[in-house]
């Protein structure tokens, strides 16, 4: 049972934007600031990335837990009301996110995917700046093809 009524439900949810987010502009900041040049959903690429860095041969997505449905994580929790719905919707979006990664690494691009959990929660502007510098270490010196950065925890895959 949901603790909202339908209307308020609607109204939540209709608020939540899916460009500029706060994560996104953390990020963005953070790497501006660093000297990086990027740009911003650029609708040339596929599944239009948060972030691309074309001389680095790299995209960065910046997804939010709940809406790419992320697996272990505290910040998603699947929706009690409307379960059919929810159960497609995470599963197109799921299937989404994997077809435009696998058209990156096909295309022999750099991808890195930060989840929303690396940035919230307490000591969050540490967070922040230890998300920032795995990235810029990662565009700079590491050789690794794909970056998943998510809570605590770093994981490369090749």
Same mark, same amino acid.
């Given at each position: 049972?949901?603790i @909202? ?6 109204? /939540? ?5 899916? &460009?500029?987010?706060k994560?996104?502009? !953390? #990020?963005?900041?953070a790497?501006? +600031?660093?000297g990086f040049?990027?740009? #911003? ?6 599944? *239009?990335?948060? @972030?691309i860095?074309?001389?680095? %041969?790299?995209v960065?997505f910046?997804?939010? =837990? ?5 697996? /272990?994580?505290? $910040?998603f929790?699947?929706? &009690?009301?409307? +379960?059919?719905?929810?159960? *497609? +919707?995470f &599963? ?5 996110d !994997? +077809?435009?990664?696998? %058209? $990156?690494? /096909? !295309? =022999?691009w ?7 959990c ?14 920032t ?5 990662? @565009?700079? $010196? ?6 998943? #950065?998510?809570?605590?925890? @770093?994981r490369?895959? !090749?």
């Open positions: 049972m949901d @909202l009524s339908a209307e308020n439900r609607h109204k /939540n949810m209709s608020h939540i934007r899916s &460009k500029d987010t994560p996104e502009k !953390q #990020i963005r900041s790497l501006f +600031k660093a040049r990027f740009r #911003i959903y650029d609708r040339r690429y596929p599944g *239009k990335p948060n @972030l860095l074309p001389r680095y %041969y790299a960065i910046i997804n939010g =837990c709940f809406w790419h449905a992320h697996s /272990n994580c505290p $910040y929790v699947f929706p &009690k009301s409307n +379960k059919d719905f929810w159960q *497609k +919707k &599963k197109r979006n799921t299937e989404r !994997q +077809k435009v990664l696998d %058209y $990156y690494r /096909n !295309q =022999c750099r991808i890195c995917v930060v989840w929303e690396a940035l919230r929660g307490k000591n969050s502007k540490q967070k922040k700046e230890s998300v510098e795995k990235i810029i270490h990662w @565009l700079d $010196y590491g050789e690794e093809d794909f970056l998943e #950065i998510r809570g605590n925890k @770093l490369s895959l !090749q």
